[in-house]
């Protein structure tokens, strides 16, 4: 498999969610199916493993490496992971005992030239599904009111100048609609000073994140996934997450807090766990990623989650 991404927290992930041989899992989001090839190994003929994906071509990715015998029964589905009651409903499977949700975008989205990179002068789509018609970023920042736009970037993407660079998309569009990451980029470059452009993360990344968020309506579908999967889950049972920004970690952090209070199970992250220095110099995406871990059901009290190569957040 061509090698285009390098996922996050592999060890980590799989330890932590204590997979046995016989297990039914969920790859809730499979990307470039790192996390996958791992559960696949960790499952034997007798288990079952899901792997789901909006993305055709990471179901691809994924399908080549399910070759030979001794393999898990396998299901590939091309869905959100927003639907995942309805996908076990069609797989005859009321119950799962494992499942990941890595919230990262893998390089091969990133290489899809769909408008998830502004490395390089793309149409301005941010659509997960290949070909899709519906609302497209370039719809956004061409429709939407500078006070709507502003809020939009201040809201997903947490971006201290939202106003000015709304105020700038807005400005730039009275003259030619923006419809390539390389025309955002020029408007946010008009709006930023130039300290905040000598940063190591480009200045355009809070506005990308915060119009991909909204262009998937990936909040909305991170709580309604996670719903199904704490639902789904078996007693005993967990739920993993590995996100990438803060509105992601806030959402996760206190949907695990709401269930373990409504007695539901109890959160075995304290904290979340972080890479280490040298899984982040092997790969700088993973810099911001968090992993939190979930254990589902009335059991006895599990000994809280530890991953010796990981940093406790602070």
Request: glycine fraction near 6%; charge should be positive.
């Amino acid at each position: 498999m061509e090698k285009e991404h390098t996922s996050v927290f592999l060890d980590e992930a799989i330890k932590a969610l204590a997979i046995q041989p016989t297990d039914t899992v969920v790859d809730a989001t499979v990307g470039g199916a790192g996390h996958f090839a791992h559960l696949l190994s960790s499952l034997s003929s007798q288990g079952t493993l899901v792997g789901i994906d909006a993305d055709r071509a990471a179901l691809e990715r994924a399908r080549s490496l399910v070759k030979g015998a001794g393999h898990p029964t396998v299901h590939l589905v091309e869905d959100n992971f927003r639907n995942l009651e309805l996908i076990l409903d069609r797989l005859s499977l009321p119950a799962i005992d494992k499942s990941l949700f890595d919230l990262g975008w893998s390089g091969f989205q990133l290489k899809s030239g769909r408008g998830f990179s502004f490395q390089s002068d793309e149409p301005l789509l941010m659509t997960y599904r290949a070909g899709e018609t519906e609302t497209t970023a370039a719809t956004l920042v061409n429709t939407l009111s500078e006070e709507k736009l502003a809020e939009l970037l201040h809201t997903f993407g947490e971006e201290r100048f939202a106003r000015a660079i709304a105020h700038s998309i807005v400005h730039a569009r009275r003259h030619a609609r923006i419809l390539t990451t390389g025309d955002l980029v020029r408007a946010v470059s008009r709006a930023t000073p130039p300290w905040y452009q000598r940063r190591r993360v480009h200045p355009a990344t809070k506005t990308f994140q915060a119009l991909r968020i909204a262009v998937n309506d990936e909040l909305s579908a991170l709580r309604e996934g996670l719903a199904a999967a704490l639902a789904r889950t078996r007693a005993g049972g967990r739920i993993a997450v590995i996100t990438f920004h803060s509105v992601e970690d806030r959402i996760v952090k206190t949907f695990f807090r709401d269930a373990a209070y409504a007695g539901k199970g109890m959160t075995l992250t304290r904290k979340p766990i972080l890479p280490s220095r040298k899984e982040i110099s092997l790969n700088r995406r993973a810099r911001s990623a968090k992993l939190r871990i979930f254990s589902c059901g009335d059991v006895p009290t599990p000994r809280p989650f530890t991953y010796t190569n990981a940093h406790a957040y602070v």
